[in-house]
């Protein structure tokens, strides 16, 4: 069973940075894709981005401004987060799953969540 653990999120203003990680507890982490979600209340969770090797995908309400990385050696996936705006306000979840389409979609193992506030 794949354990996620993110750390990182906080109260920032707007324009500020934040970057997130995820430390995952999974034999051969370099062959599983890593994801990020996120989910404000009310609302259903949505994709942020992925990455798989070194394929990286993005949600267009994020393009240019965050970036997904990851370390294989370290077993962790990175959410560089720059330009931060108020609507970006979300509980952000790590995700991982062997496959990069599926993890956009459905992924099989998610992180406990940490929260991401920004102010105007």
């Known amino acids: 069973q794949v354990q996620l653990v993110e750390s990182g999120g906080g109260l920032v203003q707007a324009g500020d940075s934040l970057n997130l990680s995820c430390e995952a507890s999974v034999r051969d982490f370099h062959t599983y894709a890593m994801g990020w979600f996120r989910q404000v209340p009310g609302k259903e969770r949505e994709f942020v981005a992925a990455?798989?090797?070194?394929?990286?995908d993005y949600a267009n309400s994020v393009k240019g401004r965050f970036t997904i990385s990851r370390d294989d050696a370290k077993n962790t996936a990175y959410l560089q987060m720059n330009s931060l705006k108020p609507e970006d306000t979300a509980v952000y979840y790590c995700a991982c799953d062997p496959s990069f389409w599926a993890i956009q979609k459905t992924p099989t193992s998610w992180g406990q969540g940490t929260q991401v506030t920004v102010s105007s």
């Open positions: 990455i798989k090797y070194f394929r990286a």
